[in-house]
């Protein structure tokens, strides 16, 4: 099949204020710390957002569930998953701003047409199920705070999200709502006021001990699978096309290769922040639950009540609240991430302009898509599943899908004939290799203890 040059991006909608960047400028006119640190934050984006979502209710639940279930027996997942989540992203974001097309995109042009049939449908249902998860934890949240039905707070909080994703830029509203997601770092705060043993915390982090059953498998492949999860994946991807898109003078680096250095060591940095904050938090959860809940003989979360009882040693009577605050966060961070990723991935197959910067009547068919993901999702939620169990079940099924997603997007990074000379490095090629191999491996086991 003929490979296309053809880059993805096209004008931006008027409707969107480009910004003049120079991406080349190696000099500040202000040398002092104030602008270098002015600089460093601007520089990040797609991937602190990308961090930041993916410590989703879908994560929480699972983190909170594996330290109760196996104390701090999976500490050690998030030493070794951040360099396997590092690598992924940062292959899948270098896909987007080098070839100015998505996952979805270069799959359509460079591969065989059932292979896209294939992973969009994967990845598609993964997110549905996922943001129906989400949205039933943020109503089952919001009752410990409001006296109410859980259904009322699932269709209201799956209605204002989806008339933000609707009616409002994401780069607009999401600037406030990572302020919510600050919550979460009580989690951090609450080791610290928790009786801890920490040499065995040490000692479980450096040395793990695995488990051949079927109970430690799949809280294995939970963790990883909401900790490397295929929508993050085609949302870094896509954000670095928006990047393209919305900055005037910025290009795929296949035609402007004189950007690659600062976009490259951009992305870099970006990336491994963001997904560095994201294990942090994530490790905290496992600290936190596992130091209170485990230890109390709390091992299977049945409600949302029982994870905010991890903030009690802190928050006392305002551990619930905070517990609200970030799910009701993450939740409305990630519920565009989740539909958003799979309307770019659907806009990408069918050649449909899909931006989020645009307005609905600019790309109606990229929205509709936004709008069913969120609604069927939100109707999942409706019945009556455990809000817990449901997320730490969306958190399996993303570890199962992403190991064939990851094999295609390792192997497209490392082609010359999509990448050109920016095929990625040795280095990123073996630990995506190896988070991909890391990935088949679980799910092997799971299948094999399974009973």
């Known amino acids: 099949m003929p490979l296309t040059n053809k880059p993805c991006v096209s004008a931006p909608s008027p409707d969107v204020k480009s910004t003049k960047i120079n991406p080349e400028a190696t000099e500040q006119t202000d040398s002092g710390w104030g602008a270098k640190l002015g600089s460093a934050l601007q520089k990040l984006g797609p991937g602190l957002v990308t961090g930041a979502s993916d410590d989703d209710p879908s994560g929480i639940a699972t983190y909170s569930q594996v330290g109760a279930q196996f104390g701090y027996g999976m500490l050690w997942t998030m030493v070794v ?201 994530a490790f905290f959860i496992i600290l936190t639950t596992a130091a209170t809940l485990h230890e109390h003989g709390i091992v299977q979360l049945t409600s949302s009540a029982e994870a905010a009882q991890a903030l009690a040693p802190l928050a006392g009577r305002w551990a619930a609240g905070l517990f609200v605050c970030g799910i009701i966060g993450t939740g409305m961070l990630a519920i565009p991430v989740l539909a958003g990723s799979a309307a770019y991935a659907m806009g990408e197959a069918f050649r449909w302009r899909a931006s989020l910067e645009d307005k609905p009547r600019a790309a109606p068919r990229f929205y509709l898509t936004i709008a069913v993901a969120t609604l069927v999702g939100m109707s999942l939620s409706l019945f009556h599943v455990d809000p817990i169990r449901a997320l730490f079940w969306a958190a399996v099924l993303n570890g199962i899908i992403a190991a064939p997603v990851m094999a295609v997007i390792v192997h497209m990074a490392a082609s010359p004939k999509i990448m050109g000379k920016f095929a990625v490095p040795l280095y990123l090629r073996v630990v995506g290799w190896t988070a991909t191999l890391v990935m088949f491996g679980v799910c092997l086991g799971v299948f094999v203890t399974w009973k």
């Open 81 to 281: 998953s951040y360099p396997l989540m590092t690598a992924i992203q940062e292959i899948s974001a270098r896909v987007g701003r080098v070839t100015g097309c998505g996952i979805s995109a270069n799959l359509r042009k460079c591969y065989p047409k059932w292979l896209l049939y294939v992973v969009v449908p994967l990845m598609l249902t993964g997110n549905i199920f996922n943001l129906g998860a989400d949205v039933g934890a943020m109503g089952a949240s919001a009752q410990l705070l409001i006296p109410g039905r859980a259904w009322i707070y699932i269709l209201l909080f799956g209605v204002i999200s989806l008339l933000l994703q609707l009616f409002v830029p994401y780069s607009h509203y999401v600037k406030y709502l990572k302020w919510l997601t600050i919550s979460l770092f009580a989690y951090v705060a609450t080791a610290f006021f928790v009786r801890l043993s920490w040499r065995q915390v040490l000692y479980s982090t450096a040395l793990p001990r695995l488990t051949w059953n079927r109970e430690y498998l799949i809280g294995l492949i939970a963790v990883f699978g909401t900790t490397i999860s295929p929508y993050l994946f085609f949302w870094q991807a896509s954000q670095e096309v928006e990047e393209v898109k919305k900055n005037r003078g910025e290009k795929a680096l296949k035609r402007a290769p004189r950007q690659a250095v600062a976009q490259l060591g951009r992305i870099h940095v970006d990336t491994y922040l963001g997904m560095a904050l994201s294990n942090i938090v």
